[in-house]
């Protein structure tokens, strides 16, 4: 095999990548003109890649003849997640074992938050979330700090997208307010949730430090235990974890 070769190899797979991405970072769905415009590539090549990701079901056509990511990914997807989990549960059993709440390793999926590890606190009374699932980012403390990573104007795109439904009356429902909590979010480096996603509820989460994986580290409990000086311990510990964790998963 020639250099040529094995250097048009290498661009080929990164500019089918880069599809996938630019309609991931549109939701999911894009046209094939809209794809070469975000590309900068020439239509002719662009349908090359589509006809393989097509044929490998990494992308799949609407009726409406544009194209949207396909169901091979969501496997993929799935492994991924679970090796983010298993691969963070030493680090999230540190912070229980220094806080003694419930630790938390979340990802953002497409434009929804999706919790991927998590190591529970030994209380009686804590927090649990489904591995899993996949929720709206605007009313967690790992939404914020997610969301945070990303560009103004991407985050306003999410938010239309997804809705910022009120979950408690503590919850931020204007864009123009959650996009001033995200400018405070990337001052302090922590996001935090004071009853956003249930009454009586405190959560505190720091942004994995990454180019491209987004993740965030968190901690929730009860208010009448997520006391100030609780917080106030909990900064330097959740800011520790996402910088190894970044080392480890990133």
Known sequence: ??????????????????????????GGQMALI???AASQLPMPTIHRIVRTLVDRSYLRQ??????????RLIPLGNTARDVF???SDAELAKVVDELGETANLAALDGDMLVYVGQVPSPKAMRMFTELGRHV??????AGKALLSQLTDERVRGILQRVGMPAVTPATITSQDDFIAELARVRREGIAREFGEMEEGVVCLSAPVPSPSAHLAVSISGPQSRMTEELQAR???????????LSAQLA
């Open 85 to 87: 989990g298993s691969q």
């Open 234 to 244: 909990a900064l330097p510990v959740l800011r520790d974890v996402a910088t190894r």
């Open 1 to 26: 095999m020639t250099q040529q070769t094995r250097t048009s190899g290498v661009q080929s797979v990164g500019r089918a990548l880069d599809i996938l991405e630019i309609i991931d970072a549109a």
């Open 62 to 71: 609407l009726p409406d003849r544009r194209y949207a990511l396909g169901s």
């Open 34 to 36: 809209d794809m070469s």
């Open 136 to 141: 709206h980012p605007h009313c967690r403390a």
